[in-house]
């Protein structure tokens, strides 16, 4: 099978779990971001798939190939880290010209190499610029140069864009992504950062307590996570406890019923926690309960310009709704409100 395959990949340190059981295909010509909070083990599952880290169990294969054990200079991955690691001693030219010096490749070939790279960040005009005389950004996209200078199987990036503004870090993403579909990369991603993920990736890992909890599209991962983990790590969202009432219906603690899609393993008595989003909840003037209609009291609001967030009290669940200021009906700390939670939106989590 084509494309990068982990196999019941595992990594103790000593007696501690950084990285379990983890079993995933990732696609060739993709760009992968393993996504989860700090100490989760994305940078260890990210070292062992470079060969900078042994796995204390498990396969790792590469196009069929098993590379569990093959040393990390002869995999040809190239790797880009938080610090960036570029040699401020060197020219922007030396810097990228190294990982093929190291090969041997000629003088000539690297000049070539330089030329061309340098074209593709659009930095041509600083060949002889020593790296220490860069900006973040220009910085960054050396990195990156050097890092593909040896047309590598697998682009590995560790947070790169951690130590960037919010910005530089917002166009540096763009371009990564225009520079991985274009040169068609295999590429991984470590971030904590669930937007950069979201907005980069074809395919997002979240990775929690050193686990896979889900696999998909940025897209399958808002909309339908596969645990409350994944619900609460991806976005904002009003997680509730409520318990199923049979004929696809789930009381809530302050008594209301709310009709919401229920899978048949899901049985009448259980208690189980619902998601939906802030922008799926709907805010009208009260009217009488009805439906997935319900009423509920105003008791926050905060506007941010562009969208609105208003907390409302509701039948023992505390929402949070998101309007844009055009949608707005004026509610104020105190009113009452018809909060509507479209069955469609409604999520039961898996445990
Ligand atoms: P962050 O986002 O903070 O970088 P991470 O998700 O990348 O975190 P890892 O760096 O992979 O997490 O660490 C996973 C776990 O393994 C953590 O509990 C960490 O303390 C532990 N760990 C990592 N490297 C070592 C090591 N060399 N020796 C012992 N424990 C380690």
Redesign the pocket.
């Known amino acids: 099978m084509t494309g990068l395959i982990l196999e019941n990949v595992e990594k103790f340190?000593g007696s501690?779990c950084?990285?379990a059981d983890v079993n995933l295909h990732l696609p060739p010509g993709k760009l992968v971001c393993f996504l989860?909070p700090?100490?989760?083990?994305?940078?260890?599952?990210l070292r062992m798939i470079a060969g900078l880290e042994t796995l204390s169990g498990g396969e790792i294969r590469l196009d069929g190939e098993d590379i569990g054990q093959t040393p990390a200079h002869l995999r040809n991955f190239g790797m880009v880290f938080q610090s960036l690691a570029l040699f401020p001693h060197m020219t922007v030219g030396e810097n990228i010209a190294y990982p093929l010096k190291l090969r041997g490749v000629s003088k000539a070939e690297q000049q070539a190499r330089v030329v061309e790279l340098l074209e593709l960040i659009q930095l041509q005009a600083m060949i002889d610029r020593p790296v220490a005389k860069l900006s973040g950004g220009q910085r960054q996209r050396v990195a990156i140069a050097r890092a593909i200078a040896s047309h590598p199987k697998i682009l590995l990036l560790d947070?790169p864009l951690s130590a960037l503004d919010a910005k530089l870090r917002e166009s540096m993403q763009v371009e990564i992504r225009q520079l991985q579909q274009r040169l068609n990369i295999t590429t991984i991603m470590?971030t904590?950062d669930q937007r950069e993920a979201m907005t980069m990736a074809d395919i997002v890992v979240v990775?929690g307590e050193?686990k896979v909890q889900q696999v998909g599209t940025p897209i399958e991962i808002y909309r339908c996570p596969a645990n409350e983990f994944v619900a609460d790590f991806i976005g904002s969202g009003n997680i509730f406890p409520a318990t199923v009432l049979g004929d696809g219906k789930v009381g809530l603690p302050g008594g209301d019923a709310l009709q919401v899609p229920i899978c048949s393993s899901i049985v009448a008595g259980q208690k189980v926690k619902m998601l939906i989003r802030p922008e799926d909840l709907q805010l009208s003037a009260p009217q009488a309960t009805a439906g997935n209609r319900l009423l509920g009291k105003v008791t926050f609001v905060r506007d941010i310009g562009a969208t609105i967030e208003t907390t409302v009290e509701c039948s023992g669940v505390t929402f949070t709704a998101l309007s844009t200021p055009c949608q707005g009906i004026g509610l104020g700390i105190g009113h009452p409100v018809s909060v509507t939670l479209p069955p469609e939106a409604c999520r039961v989590l898996g445990a």
Do not use: D, F, Q, W
């Open positions: 340190y501690a950084a990285v989860g700090s100490g989760c083990g994305k940078t260890t599952l947070e470590v904590h990775l050193h």
